[in-house]
């Protein structure tokens, strides 16, 4: 039995001999889900699994009516089950996959909302100020601050979704030494979020942000509930022959940009659903069947034409790290690429099954350099082409400088490591922020010379 939490649900997969009969359901109070499995035996100690951050809190197991086994799982919190079975494939055998739902949550919290942010922090300065005026004895209405409105936020970030591919039970390509694949792109997952994070007018989504598994069309609405002005999934290549290198990025094919928009229109649900990410308020709901494919067909040529011009400028930053596999974009009918407002790429990081590419895929500088390369090209298309309302336009509109970006230091930075992370030389580094040394203090700003 292996277990995987994740925000929004957790997995629990069974591992069989043979192809099973299996009942699942619930029971209140208190709560809990049964699971019989007909013709049974147990090979697994329920006590080692790791409950932590599930909705489980107990596993229990016991025989039933002689030869079926009943695995009872004691819940802390609601739950929608749902069940499948799977058949062997090159790593596992048969399967019995469990999740468990969670109502009303989502795989990611929302990006912060600066207007909250500001309400929040003018109400922790009220109550501070009243507790202040108690205990001073002092009438805590006469002395509280006076909190004027929130005002509209005129600078919003622009939100990047980071996609570490597979998770959980799918490990991806397993190179030779057995690296796998879904742990070397989450580490680079949480590297390219963390470039992205201190970026200024930037902010990451982590679509996953630990070891489980969401699915493929989960992942793209994801990214459109946090309006995400840009998808970019993270893997490493994979063949059945070591020879095979090189890095690759890869935009929706142009088949495939056709059969979403078909499947969009065939689909209920998506037909009253906005397009346009951030800023879209287009409702397909009151257009006839033509106007709709229209709107769709102009739509998805515009995602595609940034996802193109944007893969362009990452790839050419990934050639001064890595050798190309292909030296243009390639285009394919990924699925996680299918999103019909919001330009995706998908980056292979190079190939695991290639030993050598295996070992840097490991390297933590590396994938420093992979994921510097790769922000470097979304970077520099936002500020080309900033969204309105976004920090970046309001700097192009009152005459700021867009050549430079700000940086801001965290723990553990160095000053040479801040140079090479964003491929710019020390001496450069020094000269914009008028240093005459290497000290640098946690907290400080640094001006980041354009590449």
């Known amino acids: 039995m292996r277990l995987w939490a994740a925000p929004d649900h957790s997995r629990l997969v069974f591992d069989l001999s043979a192809p099973v009969s299996a ?52 819940l802390d919190r609601a739950v929608e089950p749902r069940h499948f079975a799977l058949s062997p494939n090159d790593q596992y055998g048969d399967r019995l996959v469990v999740d468990l739902e969670y109502p009303g949550e989502s795989a990611v919290e929302d990006p912060i909302d600066p ?12 109550e501070r100020a009243r507790t202040v005026a108690v205990a001073e004895g002092l009438d805590p209405v006469e002395t509280a601050p006076t909190v004027t409105e929130a005002q509209p936020h005129p600078k919003r970030d622009i939100i990047i979704a980071v996609d570490a591919g597979h998770g959980g039970e799918d490990p991806g390509a397993t190179g030779p030494s057995g690296t796998r694949e879904k742990d070397v792109v989450l580490e680079m997952a949480d590297r390219l979020a963390r470039m992205i994070n201190q970026t200024a007018g930037f902010r990451a989504v982590m679509i996953r942000d630990g070891d489980y598994y969401v699915g493929l069309r989960q992942r793209t609405l994801i990214a459109r509930e946090q309006k995400a002005d840009f998808f970019v999934s993270i893997h490493a290549d994979a063949f059945n022959s070591p020879r095979p290198h090189g890095s690759s990025v890869f935009a929706l094919s142009q088949s495939g940009a056709t059969s979403e928009t078909a499947k969009w229109l065939a689909t209920s649900e998506n037909r009253s659903d906005l397009i346009g990410g951030v800023d ?37 930053r990934i050639g001064r790290v890595n050798d190309l596999h292909k030296p243009r974009v390639e285009q394919a009918g990924f699925v996680v690429l299918k999103s019909p407002d919001i330009p995706s790429l998908l980056v292979e990081t190079g190939f695991i099954s290639n030993p050598d590419e295996e070992r840097r895929l490991r390297d933590g500088g590396y994938q420093e350099r992979m994921m510097s390369a790769v922000f470097g090209g979304v970077r520099a298309h936002f500020e080309q082409n900033p969204p309105p309302a976004s920090l970046l336009a309001w700097n192009r509109d009152h005459g700021r400088e867009t050549d430079s970006n700000e940086y801001r230091i965290q723990p553990g930075d160095t000053l040479s490591g801040i140079a090479s992370q964003h491929g710019v030389s020390l001496g ?10 290497d000290v640098i203090r946690v907290g400080q700003v640094l001006r980041i010379p354009s590449t």
């Not at 207007?115 to 300065?125: F, G, H, L, V, W």
């Not at 397909?284 to 102009?298: A, F, H, S, W």
Request: hydrophobic share 40%.
């Open 23 to 74: 009942s699942v359901f619930t029971l209140d109070n208190p709560s809990r889900l049964v699971i019989d499995l007909a013709d049974t035996q147990l090979d697994s100690d329920p006590a080692s699994i790791d409950l932590d951050g599930s909705a489980i809190s107990e596993v229990r197991t016991g025989v039933r009516e002689g030869d079926d086994l009943r695995v009872v799982l004691e």
């Open 280 to 316: 879209g308020s287009l409702s397909l709901d009151d257009k006839d069947q033509v106007l709709r494919g229209v709107l769709l067909d102009l739509t998805m040529t515009a995602t595609l034409n940034d996802s193109l011009t944007i893969g362009g400028a990452v790839l050419d």
């Open 428 to 437: 450069q580094l020094r000269q914009v922020n008028e240093l005459s040394g």
């Open 115 to 126: 207007i909250e942010s500001m309400i929040r922090e003018q109400e922790i300065a009220a």
